[in-house]
């Protein structure tokens, strides 16, 4: 070999050999992508996010409204006499059942007051049956009559006209001693005096009445009426008003045998 020829030696790269290790060189859009995801917001990001969706909401409702609007403002003239018609029938619809439940709710309202009205009546008859039958005590304003009979010549049928008397002029409740007079009520005479449906009452016989005092009192003072003629057998009588006569003699109440109720 001859010493013009140049020896070259090969100068070794200063670059460095990539290692095996060492993580890939990133392209500009995977370092976006890497900057962004996971996202790292702070809270003010975090405030200005939730008030720009809010302020979209906000668009998208008022551009819906006004694509409604819109919409009505640009219809036919047959499409909107039809909507005006739908909403008149929903209106008169609404309207009727309305009307439909006022009506119900004024017949209930009629139904109960005329059901307690109808059980104040069915009281009210109640007593007043009770009063005329004699199952029921009663009071109120009336007189007193009191016949005594000295000499015993007072009979049944005296205190029997005295009864139809008082009966005549309205007697409402009539009590004999402690012997209630009702409709089927009878006199007789016995042994020791006068007997009321086969219970024997004494002198002084004293009736108890309610009733018109002012209707009362004058029946038996007619001129040869009750008074006359227990005085014509030496009996006084003396009639005195008062405003609470109490008749309390009951009756008992008999039940039917064989009678019966025909409403179901």
Known sequence: MSSDETH??????????????????LTGRQRLLRSLWPPKASRAQLIVALLLFVLGLGLAIQVRSNSESSALRGARQEDLVRILDELDD?????EDEKQRLDDQRTELENSSDQAEEARKQTLEKERQLGVLAGTVAAEGPGITVTVTDGKGAVEADMLLDAIQELRAAGAEAIQINDVRVVANTYLTDGSDGVEVDGRAITAPYRFKVIGKAQDLEPALNIPGG???????EQATVEVTRGEKIVVDALR?????DYARSSSQ
């Open 8 to 25: 070259a030696t090969p100068v070794p790269d200063a670059t460095p050999a990539p290692d095996a290790t060492s993580e890939p060189e």
């Open 90 to 94: 929903r209106t008169q619809r609404l």
């Open 226 to 232: 009750v008074v006359q003629t227990l005085e014509k």
């Open 252 to 256: 008992r109440v008999n039940r039917p």
